[in-house]
């Protein structure tokens, strides 16, 4: 009986993945970014080596950041990571480990991620991934991706950004089934010295295209607050951010319509340089 108990909550766990993973839920996150409608193409800093590798080439100091998300929360999905950020005189190298899931199921992603100024207004960032798919009583499989993106700030007022994961359509061990490609471009404007506006789109293969747009409203250097809209599957989201000295903490919660809240938990840290 409990054989068959654990067997049925498998069954459930692997569709309910499925699922999250069709429905785009499951890509790497940081609580800023989650916060703001997860347009991702336009990410800068420590946590663009999980959402735009280009924007790595920002990072002027070592730096590294922890991150914790409960998917959509009482439903036992976690997601952890870790990353780490390493400027050097050819560019800026980054880290990243995450794991996803549950005790019967579990994702785990090593990246190791490059970005660089390739002029001025212009950055470029590539990541490999070493992925790891494991169920206890079934066994693992690994496999790798690559993914990459490009930043371009055309003036001081905009950036914009795109992203393409898994750019080498890698296939998944023993299956003809590849990997996701997800595209992702937008752009931030910064309409004045205290406000964001954020926009985007996001199309994974086979998938409805999801808008995305998004809002940081700066009180004063220390604290932030975020907002953001996802139209596929619909999504809601907010966040706070409180920076103190080196250290900058950001809180976010993200509603969906079919399994609802995600909170979610980031804390960097960068030396002084």
């Not at 086979?206 to 996802?230: D, E």
């Amino acid at each position: 009986m409990k054989r068959l108990i654990k067997i049925g909550l498998f069954i459930y766990l692997a569709c309910l993945v499925s699922f999250v993973c069709s429905a785009q839920q499951w890509t790497s996150s940081d609580a800023v970014s989650e916060a703001s409608g997860r347009i991702n193409a336009v990410s800068t800093g420590i946590y663009s080596a999980l959402q735009n590798q280009a924007g790595l080439a920002g990072v002027e100091s070592f730096s590294f950041s922890l991150n914790a998300l409960s998917r959509f929360a009482g439903l036992g999905l976690n997601d952890v990571s870790m990353i780490t950020a390493l400027p050097s005189k050819s560019g800026v190298f980054g880290l990243d480990i995450q794991q996803f899931g549950y005790q019967l199921y579990r994702e785990s992603k090593f990246g190791l991620a490059y970005g660089r100024n390739l002029a001025k207004s212009l950055s470029i960032g590539l990541q490999l991934n070493y992925l790891r798919q494991s169920i206890p009583e079934y066994g693992s499989t690994n496999g790798l991706t690559a993914e990459g993106g490009l930043l371009y700030h055309p003036s001081d007022l905009w950036l914009i950004g795109i992203h393409l994961y898994n750019i080498s359509f890698s296939k998944k061990p023993f299956s003809s089934e590849i990997y996701p490609v997800r595209f992702s471009a937008g752009f931030k404007y910064s309409s004045s010295a205290s406000l964001d506006l954020l926009a985007g789109i996001e199309k994974e293969l086979s998938y409805p295209l999801s808008f995305r747009t998004g809002a940081v409203y700066r009180f004063n250097k220390k604290i932030f607050l975020r907002t953001g809209l996802i139209s596929y599957p619909f999504e809601w989201s907010f966040g706070l951010g409180y920076s103190i000295g080196q250290w900058h903490i950001d809180a976010s919660t993200s509603y969906h319509q079919w399994l609802g809240i995600s909170p979610m938990l980031s804390l960097s840290y960068a030396t002084k340089k």
